[in-house]
């Protein structure tokens, strides 16, 4: 009867390991094996040319197709966006209030790329210049982190961004 016992406590232990390895590998994105072509830095480059070309033809279509639907846009002295339905109202409200805005320059390197499983961040200084009939040029530099997640088509999207002012680097 004992030999039961401790037959049946062991199946219950190891049980309980299997479950907590499985969890582990799941939190961590050991699960999500890179699919050939669709990982690293090669992706991210794609995903950050895309991101700027959309940003540098100021089309808003192509910028919401790179979030996901409960992304986050966190800019200073601003409530966050949260979800994409809040991120398209920001991006709508910038051509509504400033329709003759036109986007001179917009130029994005990124850093230290890192990815996990189905995640991956970066950190990004950008440098635009716009331009609106009888206003000042608006010169700016910034930064900004960005989290990806690789959904099951393959596609990197974004899910956080955090934007503040930069210095242009020096010469």
Do not use: Y
């Amino acid at each position: 009867m004992r030999s039961l016992k401790g037959a049946a406590r062991l199946k219950t232990l190891a049980g309980a390991t299997a479950c907590v390895l499985l969890a582990v590998a799941l939190a961590t994105g050991a699960h999500a094996a890179p699919r050939a072509g669709d990982d690293g830095p090669a992706a991210l480059a794609a995903f950050n040319k895309a991101f700027t070309e959309a940003t540098r033809a100021m089309d808003n279509d192509a910028m919401l197709s790179l979030w996901e639907e409960d992304g986050v846009v966190l800019l200073p002295e601003t409530p966050p966006l949260v979800g994409k339905a809040k991120i398209a109202a920001m991006l709508r409200q910038i051509p509504a209030e400033h329709p003759t805005l036109r986007m001179e320059l917009f130029a994005n390197r990124c850093f230290d790329e890192q990815v996990s499983g189905s995640w991956a961040s970066e950190w990004c200084l950008e440098h635009q210049v716009l331009t609106e009939p009888g206003k000042p040029r608006f010169d700016s530099w910034g930064k900004m982190l960005l989290v990806l997640h690789r959904g099951p088509s393959g596609a990197w999207r974004l899910s956080r961004e955090m934007w503040n002012q930069a210095l242009p680097p020096a010469a």
